[in-house]
């Protein structure tokens, strides 16, 4: 089971592609999320928050307990400025060092070039936005 790590926009329709792939990084997650604290960035999982239909999609991949719905917070959203900082790090410090994550820091370079495509537009124009992840 392949987990991807994909944005979220507030809204129904921003008006532009947020697509992200982010398996590469769901992969890395954890030496990520290692390499943000030591740049003195907020980790990217920290950027995480699901509202109620994507816990319902979890659950129903199997990745969750279905009594998580009854109890969820409502969804957190985050200003694209905060998740810029992260990525634009991350990535000053991956072009820096490229053999960091081995043969796939490429692949996670890219994805987090995704990353930053989407939360330009979404500080253009003013959207809030949050990690969500997906099992497939």
Request: aromatic share 8%; glycine share 6%; charged share 25%.
């Amino acid at each position: 089971m392949a987990a991807s790590m994909y944005i979220v926009v507030e809204g129904e329709d921003p008006g532009y592609d947020i697509f992200v792939n982010g398996r590469a990084l769901a992969r890395h997650e954890d030496a990520i999320e290692k390499l943000a604290l030591r740049l003195n960035v907020k980790p990217l999982i920290e950027f995480f928050s699901a509202d109620e239909n994507s816990m319902a999609l979890l659950i129903e991949e199997g990745a969750g307990n279905p009594e998580l719905l009854r109890r969820m917070p409502p969804p957190q959203w985050y200003a694209p400025a905060d998740g810029l900082l992260t990525v634009q790090t991350l990535l000053d410090d991956l072009r820096k060092e490229p053999q960091l994550l081995g043969s796939e820091t490429s692949i996670v370079i890219a994805e987090l070039e995704e990353y930053e495509t989407v939360l330009l537009k979404a500080a253009v124009r003013g959207h809030r936005w949050h990690l969500a992840v997906s099992w497939r």
